[in-house]
T-cell receptor
Framework: AQSVAQPEDQVNVAEGNPLTVKCTYS??????LFWYVQYPNRGLQFLLK??????LVKGSYGFEAEFNKSQTSFHLKKPSALVSDSALYFC?????????????FGTGTKLQVIP | KAGVTQTPRYLIKTRGQQVTLSCSPI?????VSWYQQTPGQGLQFLFE???????NKGNFPGRFSGRQFSNSRSEMNVSTLELGDSALYLC???????????????FGAGSRLTVL
């Protein structure tokens, strides 16, 4: 069965500092990996995805993620954090399930950017 | 273009009652998925529909059911509500590409259910 782990419930970072939100996954076959962000009282919004190719994926709002196959990780990064980046971040993986593709989400990491 | 619309946004029910939530996907999207979000459990997959057929189902009791109509709109129903059903219910739609797992999900704002 596929799974996603986000080991940190919360990450605190000072504004202007680089940030990393960690994600590891387990899936059979080649993974499709995603990051979504959720602001208060909103649904999730797509940030970026990895399908194949370059291990460094660039997404919305200056975020990027690095795919590491040997470590089965897909960490989300940003060079300089903004207060407005404070939100709940979800990592997700898509894998085969009964002939179709099934999405599994991590438990989420709350990012707090401190002014 | 219009996003994913979920109604109602907020509702309060009492134990034993039933509730129906509605989701209108983005025009042209044929896949609709439902998730339950709670602080302790994160996002739990309920079920996915494509062309009026349930393709996948999560590990929820039979009190949770859903359906999809020919216009891709979807409803989910929870019968005999329990306190533990209090949660944010999220609907997501995607543009299905056969055999592809790379579909991006577009989420609605959710329906927040409180069971008293």
């Amino acid at each position: 069965a596929q799974s996603v782990a986000q080991p940190e419930d919360q990450v605190n970072v000072a504004e202007g500092n680089p940030l990393t939100v960690k994600c590891t996954y387990s899936v059979s076959g080649n993974p499709y990996l995603f990051w979504y962000v959720q602001y208060p009282n909103r649904g999730l919004q797509f940030l970026l995805k990895y399908i194949t190719g370059d291990n460094l994926v660039k997404g919305s709002y200056g975020f990027e993620a690095e795919f590491n196959k040997s470590q089965t990780s897909f960490h989300l990064k940003k060079p300089s954090a903004l207060v407005s980046d404070s939100a709940l971040y979800f990592c997700a993986v898509t894998g085969p399930s009964g002939g179709y593709q099934k999405v599994t989400f991590g438990t989420g990491t709350k990012l707090q950017v401190i002014p | 273009k219009a996003g994913v619309t979920q109604t109602p946004r907020y509702l309060i029910k009492t134990r034993g009652q039933q509730v129906t939530l509605s989701c209108s996907p983005i025009s042209g999207h044929r896949s609709v998925s439902w998730y339950q979000q709670t602080p302790g459990q994160g996002l739990q997959f309920l079920f996915e529909y494509f062309s009026e057929t349930q393709r996948n189902k999560g590990n929820f009791p039979g009190r949770f059911s859903g359906r999809q109509f020919s216009n891709s709109r979807s409803e989910m129903n929870v019968s005999t509500l329990e306190l533990g059903d209090s949660a944010l219910y999220l609907c997501a739609s995607s543009l299905e590409a056969t055999g592809s797992g790379a579909n991006v999900l577009t989420f609605g704002a959710g329906s927040r259910l409180t069971v008293l």
